[in-house]
T-cell receptor, first 111, second 114 residues
Framework: TQLLEQSPQFLSIQEGENLTVYCNSS?????LQWYRQEPGEGPVLLVT?????EVKKLKRLTFQFGDARKDSSLHITAAQPGDTGLYLC???????????FGDGTTLTVKP | EAQVTQNPRYLITVTGKKLTVTCSQN?????MSWYRQDPGLGLRQIYY???????DKGDVPEGYKVSRKEKRNFPLILESPSPNQTSLYFC?????????????FGEGSRLTVL
């Protein structure tokens, strides 16, 4: 089993602060995705990164895929209470059917 | 509306009583998968299916069975549930797995085995 380690596991910040969540592995992945999950719902895709070094922006969220395609980061600028949720990274490898998820980062943004 | 539908959403059962959690998608997706979510462990893949009549084990398949007789349905079967299968279960589908394949998740089925 290829492991994805996310850090931090929990993060509680004030509205307006910036934060970064990390997703690391010792394995190389062909692609990596970030999902956000709210209580009582299934995860929803935020972004997919495929190319090493790739940077994608989604409003206040910036996603980066490491040059070696072993790690990724999610940076949120000026966090808002609506950003509160569980953030999950997920990766796929040569066996396209198998997907591995990180343990998740629970983010709480206080007004 | 494009969606993945799971039933039941909540279930309390007893050890050894066979149960089935149904999953249906209306997006004509080829790929479907089951996950369980436990505190601090993220989502762990149980089984997946690349297409009709094609299923394969994920990382935690023990104690579970699946079938894919139709493209839209992918039921999860617990032949003899045990307390360690108490968990939150998610079904997901994708047009194509792997690179750039977005997973669409159901709302989850919370199972408690006493």
């Amino acid at each position: 089993t290829q492991l994805l380690e996310q850090s931090p596991q929990f993060l509680s910040i004030q509205e307006g602060e910036n934060l970064t969540v990390y997703c690391n592995s010792s394995s190389v992945f062909s692609s990596l995705q970030w999902y956000r999950q709210e209580p009582g719902e299934g995860p929803v895709l935020l972004v997919t990164v495929v190319t090493g070094g790739e940077v994608k922006k989604l409003k206040r969220l910036t996603f980066q895929f490491g040059d070696a395609r072993k790690d990724s980061s999610l940076h949120i600028t000026a966090a808002q209470p609506g950003d509160t949720g569980l953030y999950l990274c997920a990766a796929q490898n040569t066996n396209a059917g198998k997907s591995t998820f990180g343990d998740g980062t629970t983010l709480t943004v206080k007004p | 509306e494009a969606q993945v539908t799971q039933n039941p959403r909540y279930l309390i059962t007893v050890t050894g009583k066979k149960l089935t959690v149904t999953c249906s998608q209306n997006m004509n997706h080829e790929y479907m998968s089951w996950y369980r979510q436990d505190p601090g462990l993220g989502l762990r893949q149980i089984y997946y299916s690349m297409n009709v009549e094609v299923t394969d084990k994920g990382d935690v398949p023990e104690g579970y069975k699946v079938s894919r007789k139709e493209k839209r349905n992918f039921p999860l079967i617990l032949e003899s549930p045990s307390p360690n299968q108490t968990s939150l279960y998610f079904c997901a589908s994708s047009l194509r797995p792997g690179v750039a394949g977005e997973l669409f998740f159901g709302e989850g089925s919370r199972l408690t085995v006493l």
